[in-house]
């Protein structure tokens, strides 16, 4: 399973690491960081994410 966020979407929200914050974070500069390659377990959360992003900037690709 590989992660995406576009960048120039994302506008650092943070509902994702919400849902799924053992992928996403906020840093104290407010920049979003997250994890490419997570762990396949985390599926559901990532899923998740993808629909809670107000920007729709999440894309997850791959099986
Ligand atoms: S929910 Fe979307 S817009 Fe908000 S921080 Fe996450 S990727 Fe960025």
């Given at each position: 399973?590989?992660?995406?966020?576009?960048m120039?979407r994302?506008?650092?929200?943070?509902?994702?690491?919400?849902?799924?914050?053992?992928?996403?974070?906020?840093?104290?500069?407010?920049v979003?960081?997250?994890?490419?390659?997570?762990?396949?377990?985390?599926?559901?959360?990532?899923?998740?994410?993808?629909?809670?992003c107000?920007?729709?900037?999440?894309?997850?690709l791959?099986?």
């Open positions: 399973m590989q992660v995406f966020v576009d120039e994302c506008q650092s929200h943070g509902s994702c690491t919400y849902v799924a914050p053992a992928v996403f974070e906020l840093g104290e500069d407010d979003l960081r997250y994890e490419p390659d997570p762990d396949p377990s985390l599926r559901e959360r990532v899923e998740e994410a993808v629909l809670v107000p920007a729709q900037a999440i894309r997850l791959g099986a």
